[in-house]
């Protein structure tokens, strides 16, 4: 049973910083991209940041310089370092994977976890 359980979101002020992990299991994490999307309510759920196996990443032009993607494959996990937050990064950021199994790759995604920041 494939489980991605994102956990660090919370409530911070503007300027602040927060670490978003994401704790991957079922699947063959070193062989995954993973990335970090966002979602406020009412809009569309936006990508924030991905990673590949071999350490790729690319960002939201709204985050360069700002957020940090990186991953442990020995520990199955993804990070998410947010620096200088702003008021409009407050949303629902969500864990998604892109697994293989077999010949085909599938889309995982974990429930969320609140990133509330303050004026």
């Known amino acids: 049973q494939v489980q991605l359980v994102e956990s660090g979101g919370g409530l911070v002020q503007a300027g602040g910083s927060l670490r978003l992990s994401c704790a991957a299991s079922g699947i063959f994490f070193s062989d995954s991209a993973m990335g970090w999307y966002r979602q406020s309510p009412g809009e569309q759920r936006d990508l924030v940041a991905t990673i590949t196996g071999g350490g790729s990443t690319n960002y939201a032009d709204s985050v360069k310089g700002r957020f940090t993607i990186s991953r442990d494959n020995a520990k199955n996990t993804l990070y998410l370092q947010m620096n200088s937050l702003k008021p409009e990064d407050t949303a629902v950021y969500y864990c998604?994977?892109?697994?293989?199994?077999?010949?085909?790759?599938?889309?995982?995604w974990g429930r969320g976890t609140q990133v509330t920041v303050s004026s």
């Open positions: 998604n994977a892109d697994a293989p199994r077999g010949s085909f790759y599938y889309k995982y």
